[in-house]
């Protein structure tokens, strides 16, 4: 996989696991005002992130528009990328 | 949600409730496996 | 509902192929105190929780959960990929190899298969939150073991990345306990 992409993925994976940790903090913190600010500032940084990463290298999710032929099974699965 | 230890009572586990006031930022968070450091405790190698 | 994400959670890197360390590995892909247990434990217990906190808490760790199989699962792949069936037979794999060859399979290190008996579900939400930090120790020491055992810094630096996880599920589950504990109470006296 090249830089360009691996890093894009690396970044895509820093703000989703950002705002997996405020959904579970806010799971038992339901009213703490200041985290929720916090994750609903990640989310859009996190969308535009996957947009990007979707538009150049294909579906995360079989839910995406796909181009001719099915996008959806295009090799690299997670577990045969280097992650060098 | 936080309970002082004069109503705590016998026969009952405790866990403090987290507070948050700051996080990391998301590419340290995601190295360290949280983006909170009040809750980053590393491992540190025991030699046997 | 689940929907999947074609990516792993964590960039899941490994130095060099070592067959030795994958079948100590897999433990956390079909061991007692593995993955696959913790997910299936959490998804289960979810049902019998009564606050809404505690519902939310067991669906989104149990998913979290099935991230780390799938880490663990890249790892084990990764450390037989291209392994040769000497190198099987010198890490003592080959009654794992004759049954499945290089597939994943849900065992612990000895190739005991998994097991329903590894979970629990009491039915009693105090009961299976103690079950559920207990667990996420036993997770967390597993992974102080697998550091030990491992030479390979690449390795090691996702294996520290699940462990630091156990350590934030702990902290949630707990906090989950006391909400239960004093919805509980209230309940009782009110």
Redesign the interface.
Do not use: C, E
């Given at each position: 996989m090249d830089r360009e992409r691996l890093a894009l993925l690396k970044e895509l994976m820093a703000l989703e696991f950002t705002a997996l940790e405020f959904n579970l903090y806010l799971d038992t913190h339901p009213t703490d005002q200041r985290a929720l600010m916090e994750f609903n500032a990640i989310l859009p940084q996190l969308k535009a992130v996957k947009q990007k990463y979707q538009e150049r290298y294909g579906p995360l999710t079989a839910e995406e528009p796909s181009s001719y032929p099915w996008q959806w099974i295009n090799e690299p699965w997670p577990w045969e990328i280097c992650y060098e | 949600?936080y309970?002082p230890a004069d109503r705590m009572r016998l026969a009952?586990?405790?866990?403090p409730?987290?507070i948050?006031s700051q996080?990391l930022?998301?590419?340290e968070?995601?190295?360290?496996?949280?983006?909170?450091p009040e809750?980053?405790?590393?491992?540190r190698?025991?030699h046997? | 509902m689940w929907i999947y994400e074609k990516k792993l959670q964590y960039p899941a890197k490994v130095g060099r192929a070592n067959v030795k360390m994958a079948k100590y590995l897999i433990t956390q892909y079909g061991g007692p105190d593995g993955e696959l247990a913790a997910s299936m434990r959490y998804l289960t217990q979810r049902y019998h929780m009564p606050t809404p906190q505690a519902k939310g808490i067991l669906t989104d760790i149990g998913t979290e959960e099935l991230a780390h199989l799938e880490i663990i699962a890249t790892l084990v792949y990764k450390l037989m990929d291209r392994a040769s069936v000497e190198e099987i037979k010198a890490a003592d794999l080959g009654a794992y190899y004759a049954d499945h060859d290089k597939g994943l399979y849900y065992v612990n290190g000895e190739g005991v298969p998994w097991t329903a008996a590894y979970i629990q579900s009491k039915g009693d939400p105090v009961a299976d939150l103690h079950e559920d930090m207990a667990a996420e120790e036993k997770a967390r020491a597993t992974y102080d073991w697998l550091i030990n055992l491992s030479d390979d810094p690449d390795l090691n630096d996702t294996l520290k990345f699940l462990r630091e996880r156990e350590i934030v599920h702990f902290q949630r589950f707990g906090e989950t306990l006391q909400i239960v504990q004093e919805y509980l109470d209230a309940k009782k006296y009110f």
């Open positions: - | 949600m309970t009952r586990a405790y866990v409730f987290q948050f996080r930022s998301p590419m968070g995601l190295l360290k496996g949280t983006i909170f809750l980053y405790f590393p491992y190698r025991q046997k | -």
